[in-house]
C-alpha cells in the first residue's frame, strides 16, 4: 500500500532496529513502549530511547553545530545592518545585506533536498558548509557594499543547505512521532544561536568592529566542516555514481526561473524605495513585469519538469498546501520584525547597536522555548492541528502588541516573545504536517520545498518591509524637513540611519525621530494583517497519524 495524503507515513513495525548505526528511515521502525507509560515517566523514557545511540548523538551535534552558526550568523547581521550600512554611507542599500542572502537560501534550499539524494547527505552537507565559510570570510574581508552583498550571497547559497540537509538527517534518524521532538530540540540550538548573535555582535562591533562579527564564525565553521565529514558516513538508496545521470536529473531550468523571478521583485522594490523611482519608471515596471513573467515561466517548466524543485502534485492536497503557505507567511512577517525591531531602538529610542541587540534575547530565547514545548506536545498527543492554530493567533497577538503598545519597557521586552513562540511552533509543527502527508519516497525534496517558502518569504519579508519603510520615512522627512539643503539632510537621514542619535537637538532630530517611528509602526501593521492570512492557513491543516495504529 503506498502513501498518500489520506494515510499516514509511517507503519507499526514491531521488528526491532538490527543496526542502530544506519539511518532510522531505512530499517524498520521499533515498537513504541511508552504508550502505557506514566506522563511523569515519558520524558525520561523519551530521552533514553532517542539518545541511547553515542554515534546518533555525534551525528546530531555535527549537524546542530552548521544550525547554530547559521542562526547567529542571521541575528548578527540582523543587529549590524544599520553599522555596517552606515559605515560605507548606503543605509538605503541595507535590505540587500539580508535579501542576497535569504535569495540564495530560496533558491538553494528546494536543490540541497535533490542533491542530498543523489550525492548523498554528507556531500550535500559539506558543500553547504563550505560555501557558508567563503562567503564568511567574504563577508569579513569586503572593501564595499557590493562586495560585501555578494559574499553574503555566497554564505547564502551555503546557508540554505546547512538548514535543510539537518532536517533530512535528522528525519533519516528518527521515526517521524520522535521527529517532532528532534525538531525542537534542534531548535534550541537555533534559538541559542539567535539568542547570542545579538548581543555578541553588538558588543563586538562596539569594540572591534563589525568585520570580526564574521571573522570569529570561521574556527567553529571548520570544526562543523570535520564533524560532518568524520561521522555523516551512511549511504541512501537513491545515490547515484553516474554524474551525467546526476546533471540530468537536477531541474536547472526550474532554478534559474526561480532566480530570476525573485531578482526581478526584489529589484522592483529597490528601484521603486532605494532610488525614489516612480512606479511608471522603465526600471520599477520593467523588472516587474520580468517577475510576473517570470513566475509564469517558472510554474509552466515545473508543470512539465521531469524531477521539479516544485513538484506542483504536492500543492493538490490540502495539508502541503496550507503548510507551505504557513512557512511562506509566517516567514515573512517574522523576519520582517527580525531586521525591523532593532531599528526601532535605534533610530527612535537612540540606543547604542548593542542595547538594540539585547532586545533580541527574549525573541530568541522564546525560539527554543516554542519549538521544544511543541515537538513535546506533538510527540506525546501525536496531533499538531490544534497546537498549529494556537501558534498562528500567538503570532498574531504578537504584532497587534508590536503595532499598538510599544511605548513603554514591558512591552518592548516582553510583546516579541510572543512573535518568537508562535514563528517557532508553527515551523515545527508545519514540518511535521507536511512530511506526515506526503508519500516517504518524497521527504527530501519536500523538506527541501519546505525551506523554498520559508526562504522566500524571508527574501519577500525583509525587502517588502525595507521598501515600505524607506517610502513611508521619506514622505515623513519631505513632509516635516523643508527649505534650502532640506534634501541632503533627507538623503543622509535616510541613507545612514545611524546618525539619527548625532543629530543636534533641535527640528532636525524630531523629524527624524518622528519619521522612523511613524514608518515603523506601520511596517508592523502591514506584518499584522498577513498574520490573518497565516491564522486562516492554520484551519486548514488536518491530522494525521504519526504511526499507523
Given at each position: ?8 507515513l ?53 549537524i546542530?553545530t552548521?544550525?547554530?552558526?547559521g ?8 543587529t549590524?545592518?544599520?553599522a ?15 535579501s ?12 540541497y533536498?535533490k542533491?542530498s ?40 547559497c551555503?546557508?540554505?543547505?546547512i ?35 545579538g548581543?555578541?555582535g ?16 570561521v ?20 545515490q ?6 546526476l ?9 534559474f526561473?526561480?532566480?530570476w523571478?525573485?531578482v ?26 520580468g517577475?510576473?513573467?517570470?513566475l ?16 506542483l ?23 520582517a ?19 538594540a ?13 516554542g ?5 513535546a ?13 494556537i501558534s498562528?493567533v500567538?503570532l ?23 512573535v ?17 502527508s ?11 520545498l519546505?525551506?523554498l ?58 523629524a ?5 517611528k ?5 511596517v ?22 504519526l504511526?499507523?495504529?
Amino acid at each position: 500500500m503506498t502513501s498518500t495524503e489520506s494515510t499516514p507515513l509511517l507503519s507499526n513495525p514491531s521488528i526491532p532496529n538490527p543496526d542502530p548505526q544506519l539511518p532510522y528511515s531505512v530499517l524498520p521502525s521499533s515498537q513504541d513502549t511508552l504508550t502505557n507509560q506514566l506522563p511523569s515517566n515519558r520524558f525520561v523514557a523519551l530521552a533514553n530511547k532517542l539518545f541511547r545511540n553515542k554515534k546518533r548523538i555525534t551525528i546530531l551535534i555535527a549537524i546542530w553545530t552548521g544550525v547554530f552558526l547559521g542562526a547567529l550568523d542571521a541575528t548578527i547581521v540582523a543587529t549590524l545592518m544599520s553599522a555596517i550600512s552606515s559605515g560605507f554611507s548606503a543605509s538605503n542599500q541595507s535590505s540587500w545585506l539580508a535579501s542576497a542572502y535569504l535569495l540564495a537560501i530560496s533558491i538553494t534550499a528546494p536543490l540541497y533536498g535533490k542533491l542530498s539524494d543523489l550525492l548523498g547527505r554528507r556531500i550535500a552537507s559539506l558543500t553547504s558548509i563550505t560555501l557558508f565559510l567563503i562567503g564568511t570570510i567574504g563577508c569579513g574581508i569586503s572593501r564595499s557594499i557590493n562586495q560585501l552583498i555578494l559574499s553574503r550571497f555566497i554564505a547564502g547559497c551555503g546557508g540554505g543547505g546547512i538548514m535543510t540537509t539537518s532536517s533530512i538527517i535528522a528525519t533519516d534518524l528518527f521515526s517521524l512521532d520522535q521527529r517532532a521532538l528532534i525538531q525542537g530540540l534542534g531548535n534550541i540550538c537555533y534559538g541559542l544561536g539567535a539568542s547570542l548573535g545579538g548581543p555578541l555582535g553588538g558588543w563586538i562591533n562596539d569594540h572591534y568592529g563589525w568585520r570580526f562579527a564574521f571573522l570569529t564564525q570561521v574556527p567553529i565553521l571548520l570544526i562543523a566542516w570535520c564533524l560532518v565529514s568524520y561521522f555523516v558516513d551512511y549511504r541512501v538508496a537513491t545515490q547515484v555514481s553516474n554524474k551525467a545521470d546526476l546533471l540530468k536529473r537536477i531541474d536547472w531550468l526550474g532554478s534559474f526561473t526561480l532566480m530570476w523571478t525573485i531578482v526581478c521583485l526584489l529589484l522592483s522594490l529597490s528601484f521603486k524605495n532605494n532610488l525614489l523611482c516612480q512606479w511608471s519608471d522603465v526600471r520599477v515596471f520593467g523588472t516587474f513585469v520580468g517577475f510576473l513573467l517570470g513566475l509564469v515561466a517558472f510554474i509552466w517548466i515545473e508543470a512539465r519538469a521531469s524531477e521539479p524543485i516544485l513538484p506542483l502534485r504536492l500543492l493538490k492536497l490540502r495539508t502541503p498546501l496550507c503548510c507551505l503557505g504557513l512557512n511562506f507567511f509566517s516567514s515573512i512577517v517574522f523576519f520582517a520584525i527580525l531586521y525591523m525591531f532593532p531599528l526601532w531602538f535605534e533610530t527612535v529610542k537612540l540606543t547604542t547597536t548593542t542595547q538594540a541587540g539585547l532586545h533580541l534575547i527574549p525573541n530568541s530565547a522564546s525560539l527554543s522555548i516554542g519549538s521544544l514545548l511543541v515537538g513535546a506536545g506533538i510527540r506525546l498527543t501525536g496531533k499538531y492541528k490544534v497546537i498549529t492554530v494556537i501558534s498562528s493567533v500567538s503570532l498574531a497577538l504578537g504584532l497587534l502588541l508590536l503595532s499598538t503598545k510599544l511605548n513603554t519597557p514591558i512591552h518592548e521586552w516582553a510583546d516579541i516573545i510572543l512573535v518568537g513562540i508562535g514563528f517557532s511552533a508553527i515551523s515545527t509543527a508545519a514540518l511535521v504536517a507536511i512530511i506526515a502527508s506526503i508519500p516517504s519516497k518524497d521527504m527530501a525534496v519536500c523538506t527541501g520545498l519546505t525551506y523554498l517558502f520559508r526562504y522566500t518569504g524571508q527574501v519577500v519579508g525583509v525587502a517588502a518591509s525595507a521598501a515600505l519603510l524607506q517610502s513611508i520615512v521619506t514622505g515623513e522627512l519631505e513632509r516635516r524637513i523643508v527649505g534650502p539643503g532640506s534634501a541632503e539632510i533627507i538623503r543622509r537621514i535616510r541613507h545612514e540611519s545611524s546618525i539619527v542619535k548625532n543629530l543636534p537637538d533641535g527640528l532636525y532630530k524630531t523629524a527624524a525621530i518622528a519619521s522612523y517611528k511613524v514608518a515603523l509602526r506601520d511596517v508592523f501593521r502591514f506584518n499584522l494583517f498577513l498574520t490573518l492570512v497565516v491564522v486562516a492557513l492554520s484551519f486548514g491543516v488536518r491530522d494525521f497519524p504519526l504511526v499507523r495504529p
